[in-house]
């Protein structure tokens, strides 16, 4: 490597002193960092594929217009960085107030890769190129160290096994949501930032640039409308479908698990649900379905029983219910699918048939338990005092 | 009660211990496909009602899904009812149309009377080591007992079982809250029938001294003249008094149907035993 050097210097400089100073353009810099396997001192590269540069986005400009501070040859062994935002002032300026801001951790390389091959943006051999996206920022969102430094959750793993991830890496599909679609590219904002698209009452806004009809049933919900009135406490897209590892929610992971996820809030609805035939069937899985949550109460455009359009408004019941129970009539929906049979009060038949039920098992096995046992104690005793008598086994 | 002749035309052995025959062969079959169903519908029904409980989800997952789950405890619950059925018309055919006695009273009878209630306090005393041992006549009270539990048992847990199968349609004559009642119902007494019949059950007819490890009994049909007068005393003197005791004799079981039954009845002891222990688990678990 060291020969190489040596010589690649040699002739850069026989080539420097050849030509007119005048003329000097990137050939003269070819000369040297056309050899690819050119490093510096550190062992980083500082070669140059001639052709991909030339291909590239910026194959049209000089060399000089980038390392502007190299005026002569032989230059020194330090240059300045090249500062991209000289020309890209906008995204300069996104990236300042991002969570990137810190130009020597996240260099523009870093998303952008090789500074001498950038690519426009819808040509597949970029970093940025849609389905090249995720890859990209999984070299650090997909590294459990680094997620651990930085307290973040390592999300790549999560979402390439998401819905979104499975459309974009199998199916190769442009408008599947990749991580710049929800989080935006140069000024990218915590979460927590008000102004940040993943912020909680900007997730409906970002979610429906893609998935517009849902987010216009949302806003129709309760949900929507608490969340749209400052109420952060109620569920956006998110909460339910968590941010990163989207499952299709016809599916039976997702059916499993989003029961628990609105009882999460509704803690008083799960815990009669739970004692249901729904729950207790639901929560085995399977491949016949029982009711979850928004098979009843539909799923974004959730609303009160009060309103006639909610699915569970009584004069809807004996077709939502009839979505599964072929021949569900008036008398069948009276059927009360959160029924308390601890509540005296709002569940009167059901808590004294609960009640009798238990006092008869508690009985029966009460009294019998005590005969058995007293039982067993008698019969051992008199087997014992009434030796060789050989027990009763008709064998 | 029925034709107690052994379904055998092999005359009895006098050579040693003389058998007497205690249930007919329909009546082991009886047994045999109540149990059998039982365990069925216990195993299947277990997971439903604890559902929350890893071994019911790893049960599920094993066997596919809470489908296949619900299938079987529909399957074992068609054949009971159907066993239900033809004991039931079996015993109004016996009574009615044979004009059997001694089927809805007497000392035969599955029919609690004066002396049952005087057996249950008899015996009572006898524990505690305060009185003799009741005289027992063909069926003691907790056998009585037994019988109408799974009777009653059936009725509840099948009527309550139907109507969550074919719920729309009893809610054409059914309030609304009893939908939701049919579930407490079905699961409670299910529950109960698990508990007595996986140790009540086990223990008084099989696992006590008198019949340790198993009463053998109700597979082979017979039962030792000793175990006879020892067991049921009141109904032996009766027998002989009668001078019918040579119309009751049996055959010394054959050892393949001792070998098959014991087999037949460990696996089904241990499998209560199991469901038992799970049952418990998940009870006090959760």
């Not at chain 1, 890209?88 to 990137?100: C, I, Q, R, Y």
């Not at chain 1, 049933?217 to 479908?241: F, I, M, Q, T």
């Not at chain 2, 005359?11 to 205690?22: C, L, Q």
Request: charged content about 15%.
């Amino acid at each position: 490597m060291k020969t190489a050097f040596s010589i690649a210097l040699a002739l850069g400089a026989l080539l420097v002193v050849a030509a007119p100073r005048i003329a000097q353009a990137e050939v003269d810099c070819l000369g040297c960092h056309g050899d690819k396997s050119l490093q510096d001192a550190s062992g980083h590269s500082i070669g140059v594929d001639a052709g991909t540069f030339h291909a590239s986005l910026h194959g049209s400009l000089k060399c000089g217009d980038c390392h502007a501070t190299i005026k002569d040859y032989p230059h020194p062994d330090q240059v300045t960085p090249v500062k991209c935002e000289s020309c890209h002032t906008g995204e300069a300026e996104g990236l300042a107030g991002s969570v990137h801001a810190n130009r020597a951790e996240h260099p523009c390389t870093s998303c952008h890769g090789d500074a001498h091959a950038i690519f426009p943006k819808s040509d597949p051999r970029s970093a940025v190129y849609p389905l090249n996206i995720p890859h990209t920022c999984g070299n650090c969102h997909g590294n459990d160290a680094l997620a651990k430094k930085h307290g973040l959750p390592n999300v790549y793993p999560l979402y390439i096994d998401s819905i979104h991830g499975f459309a974009l890496s199998k199916e190769g599909l442009l408008v599947a949501a990749n991580c710049q679609s929800c989080h935006g590219s140069h000024h990218i904002l915590s979460h927590n930032d008000p102004q940040s698209p993943t912020y909680k009452t900007n997730i409906p806004k970002t979610c429906g640039t893609c998935h517009a009809g849902i987010t216009a049933n949302y806003a129709g919900g309760v949900h929507g409308k608490a969340v749209a009135s400052g109420d952060l406490h109620a569920p956006v897209c998110s909460d339910c479908h968590t941010a990163h590892a989207i499952l299709q929610p016809t599916e039976a992971t997702f059916r499993m698990q989003s029961t628990p996820i609105c009882g999460s809030c509704h803690k008083d609805k799960l815990s009669t649900y739970r004692d249901t035939f729904h729950s207790q069937l639901g929560s085995l899985g399977g491949y016949v379905e029982t009711a979850r949550c928004w098979d009843c109460h539909g799923a974004h455009d959730v609303l009160p029983a009060s309103d006639p359009r909610s699915p569970i408004a009584p004069a809807n019941l004996v077709a939502t219910c009839g979505k599964c129970h072929a021949g569900a009539n008036a008398s069948f929906v009276q059927y009360q699918p959160h029924a308390n049979a601890h509540n005296r009060k709002l569940n009167p038949a059901l808590f004294y048939t609960r009640l009798f039920m238990n006092l008869l098992l508690a009985g029966v096995l009460t009294f019998f338990m005590i005969h058995t046992i007293l039982w067993l104690i008698r019969s051992r005793y008199q087997q014992i005092k009434t030796r060789p008598a050989k027990g009763g086994k008709n064998g | 009660m029925a034709d107690l002749k052994q379904d055998t035309s092999t005359a009895p052995s006098h050579a040693g211990e003389r058998y007497f025959v205690r249930f007919t062969r329909e009546q082991r079959y009886l047994h045999a496909v109540l149990f059998t169903t039982f365990l069925g519908l216990a195993a299947t029904g277990l997971p439903m009602r604890f559902s929350e409980s890893f071994w019911a989800r790893k049960f599920a997952s094993g066997v596919g899904g809470f489908g296949t789950i619900i299938f079987f405890h529909k399957f074992f619950a068609v054949v009971l009812t159907l066993a239900f059925l033809v004991h039931v018309k079996d015993v109004f055919t016996r009574a009615l149309v044979h004009r059997e006695k001694g089927i809805f009273w007497g000392k035969t009878s599955m029919v609690a009377n004066w002396k049952d209630v005087k057996d249950i306090f008899g015996h009572m005393r006898w524990f505690l080591g305060l009185g003799p041992k009741p005289q027992f006549e063909r069926y003691a009270y907790w056998e009585k007992f037994d019988y109408w539990a799974v009777f009653w048992g059936m009725i509840v847990i099948g009527f309550s079982g139907y109507a969550m199968w074919f719920a729309p349609f009893f809610a054409r004559f059914l309030p609304g809250w009893a939908l939701n009642a049919v579930l407490v119902i079905h699961s409670e007494e299910g529950l109960l029938a698990i508990l007595f019949i996986f140790s009540i059950h086990f223990v008084n007819t099989h696992l006590r001294p008198d019949s340790f490890p198993m009463d053998m009994v109700i597979f082979t049909g017979v039962e030792s003249e000793e175990e006879f007068k020892t067991k049921r005393p009141e109904e032996y003197q009766r027998v002989a008094a009668q001078g019918k005791l040579e119309s009751r004799l049996g055959i010394k079981p054959p050892v393949w149907l001792l070998n098959f039954s014991k087999a037949v009845g460990y696996t089904a002891i241990f499998i209560g035993l199991l469901l038992l222990v799970l049952t418990l688990s998940a009870y006090f678990g959760s």
